[in-house]
C-alpha cells in the first residue's frame, strides 16, 4: 500500500506539470473518488463505498432522433445531496454534428439542471458522430450558462472521431480506461489514458461486483459548485452548494433531518458501517448503500420495506422525506394508457419519458425485438404484461442472471425482459424472478465472443454497429466480461 501511494503522489505531480490550465488552488477534492450514473443504479443511485465523495448523473441525452431525459436524473440529485456528496451531471452526445442540433439539445437541458451552478456539465462523447467544432460550441454554451463544462469518451475513440488536442486545451478531460472486468476499488495507472489536461479518470465499470463505474477526481474539479463551507459547533465541516435548484433543496432538506424524525414512507439508505440487523443478525454485503422504504417504525428501529428486516437508526440515512421528495418531480405524469408512436421515436426515450424502463415496455406491448417499432403503433402504458408465467426462481448466494438463464434454455436478455430488470448485472439474494413465459424472439442475429481487452466501442466499431444497439439488443450497459457472446 505504500508502494501504491507513492506512486500515485508522483503521478499526481507529473499530471499537475502537464495541466497548463489546472488551478494552482488546494482543493479538497483532489485525489477524492466518486461515482456515475445513468437509470441503471435507480431512483436514488448508489455509491460504491462509503468512502466516496461525488458522483455524476445522467440527464438524458440525444442520439440522433430527438432529445431523452433520464427520469432518474432529479431524484439522484436530491439522493446524492442528501447524503452530503458532490453532485455533477452530464449529458449522452451522439450524433451532434450542427449548431442548431447542439442548441436544441442545450435548449432543453440546461434549464433543468439540477445541480448547483459551477458544477460539471459534461458531453458524453462516446458514439456515433462527432464534430469538434459543435463540441467547441456547446462547450462555451455549457460556460456560459454558469457551468463547468468537461468532454467524457475514451482516448481512442475522442483522438479518431475529434480534434481531442483542441478540446483539451478548451476544457479539462474525464477520460475512461480499465484493463478488465474484475472488481477495481482503486485506480490502476499501468492502464492511465495518457493525455494533457485529465480531470477526472474513470478507471473502472466494475467498481463493486455487479458494476458501476468508479472515477478519480484528479485536480480537484469535482469542487466546483460546492466550495461553501460553514464549521458546525462540534468542528464538522460541511461543504454547501454555492447555488440552489429544486433537487438540491431536497437534498438538503433530507440532510438535515434528525433520525429522530424519520417517518413512515422516508427513503432510508443502510450505511456501510453498518454491521448487524436490530436482531443481532450480521447484516448482508448487498444490503449497504442500498435504499428502502420506511414501512414501520418501532421505538430506534426501523422496518425496511422489501426486505422486512428490522435496522437501528442509527445504521441508516435518510435520503428522502415526503416535504423533500414533494419538491423533485421525476417521473412524468401519465394522462394516457396508450401512447401512439411518431416519427422519431424509439422505445427508450418513449420508456424514459413515462417513468418506465425500456424493457418493462417492451413486456407490457410482447415487444421482441426493441429496436423495432414503426409511426401510427399504439403501445399500452400501462396494464397486465403480455408474458405469462408458469414457473419461478429464487435467487440464491452466488448466481447471476447468466447462469440461471442458462439453467432454463433462455438468454440473458430474455430471462431480463421477462422479469423487467433494467440492470441484468444486478439481481439480489431472494429475488423472485419468472423463467418460462410465452416470450418468444423472432429476430435473427449473429454473434460475437467478447475477448479480453474489449470494450462496447470497441466491439461495435468492428462489427459496423452502435453501443446502444449492443446494449439494446444484449440487456446490457457497460459491463462485459471475456467469454461473453453477444448478439449483434
Known amino acids: 500500500m505504500k508502494i501504491i501511494k507513492r506512486r500515485f503522489l508522483l503521478f499526481l505531480a507529473t499530471i499537475l506539470l502537464v495541466l497548463p490550465f489546472a488551478s494552482t488552488s488546494v482543493f479538497a477534492a483532489k485525489g477524492d473518488q466518486g461515482v456515475d450514473w445513468s437509470k441503471y443504479q435507480g431512483m436514488n443511485g448508489q455509491f460504491g463505498y462509503g468512502t466516496d465523495k461525488f458522483a455524476i448523473a445522467q440527464i438524458g441525452g440525444y442520439a440522433g432522433a430527438g432529445v431523452y431525459t433520464q427520469y432518474t436524473y432529479n431524484t439522484q440529485v436530491a439522493s446524492g445531496i442528501a447524503q452530503g456528496k458532490r453532485m455533477h451531471s452530464y449529458i449522452w452526445w451522439q450524433n451532434v454534428t450542427s449548431n442548431a442540433t447542439a442548441d436544441y439539445v442545450l435548449d432543453y437541458f440546461l434549464p433543468k439542471i439540477q445541480t448547483p451552478k459551477g458544477s460539471i456539465v459534461a458531453l458524453d462523447v462516446e458514439d456515433g458522430y462527432q464534430n469538434t467544432d459543435v463540441i467547441m460550441h456547446a462547450i462555451d454554451r455549457i460556460q456560459a450558462a454558469g457551468y463547468t463544462p468537461m468532454v467524457y469518451g475514451y482516448l481512442n475513440y475522442l483522438q479518431s472521431s475529434t480534434d481531442l488536442n483542441r478540446i483539451a486545451n478548451r476544457v479539462q478531460l474525464w477520460l475512461a480506461e480499465y484493463p478488465n472486468y474484475a472488481v477495481t476499488p482503486y485506480p490502476n495507472y499501468n492502464y492511465f489514458p ?3 489536461n485529465i480531470g477526472v479518470f474513470q478507471f473502472t465499470s466494475t467498481y463493486v461486483a455487479g458494476g458501476l463505474d ?8 469535482t469542487d466546483n459548485g460546492y466550495k461553501k463551507s460553514t464549521t458546525t459547533d462540534t468542528g464538522k465541516v460541511i461543504v454547501k452548494p454555492e447555488t440552489s435548484t429544486p433537487a438540491t433543496n431536497a437534498g438538503q432538506t433530507a440532510n438535515n433531518t434528525a433520525k ?7 427513503t432510508v439508505k443502510v450505511n456501510f458501517s453498518a454491521n448487524n440487523w436490530a436482531s443481532g443478525e450480521a447484516i448482508p454485503t448487498w444490503v449497504k448503500g442500498k435504499s428502502y422504504s420506511v414501512a414501520q417504525i418501532s421505538g430506534n428501529k426501523v422496518l425496511l420495506s422489501g426486505i422486512m428486516s428490522w435496522i437501528n437508526k442509527s445504521d441508516v440515512e435518510i435520503i428522502a422525506t415526503a416535504s423533500s421528495a414533494s419538491k423533485v418531480s421525476s417521473t412524468p405524469s401519465v394522462s394516457s394508457s396508450t401512447y401512439t408512436v411518431r416519427s422519431g421515436d424509439n422505445l427508450s426515450t418513449i420508456a424514459a419519458s413515462h417513468g418506465m424502463t425500456t424493457s418493462a415496455l417492451a413486456s407490457l406491448n410482447g415487444i421482441s425485438n426493441p429496436n423495432y417499432i414503426y409511426v401510427g403503433q399504439v403501445l399500452k402504458l400501462s396494464g397486465s404484461t403480455s408474458v405469462a408465467t408458469a414457473s419461478t426462481y429464487t435467487v440464491r448466494s452466488g448466481d447471476n442472471l447468466s447462469t440461471i ?18 440492470n441484468p448485472n444486478y439481481i439480489y439474494v431472494g429475488q423472485v424472478l419468472k423463467v418460462s413465459g410465452n416470450y418468444v424472439s423472432t429476430t435473427s ?6 475477448r479480453s481487452g474489449d470494450s462496447l466501442w470497441l466491439i461495435a466499431s468492428k462489427l459496423g454497429t452502435t ?3 449492443l446494449q439494446s439488443v444484449n440487456g446490457v450497459s457497460s459491463l462485459i466480461y471475456p467469454g461473453q457472446t453477444l448478439k449483434y
Do not use: C, E, P
Not at 472515477?215 to 480537484?220: A, V
Not at 429522530?260 to 422516508?266: L, M, Q, R, S, T
Open 194 to 196: 495518457s493525455y494533457k
Open 214 to 221: 468508479g472515477n478519480i477526481d484528479l485536480t480537484g474539479i
Open 260 to 266: 429522530a424524525d424519520i417517518k413512515v414512507g422516508n
Open 405 to 422: 438463464a442458462s439453467r432454463y434454455g433462455m438468454s440473458t436478455a430474455t430471462l431480463a425482459s421477462l422479469n423487467g430488470i433494467s
Open 445 to 450: 442475429y449473429r454473434s460475437y465472443t467478447v
Open 467 to 469: 453501443v446502444s444497439h
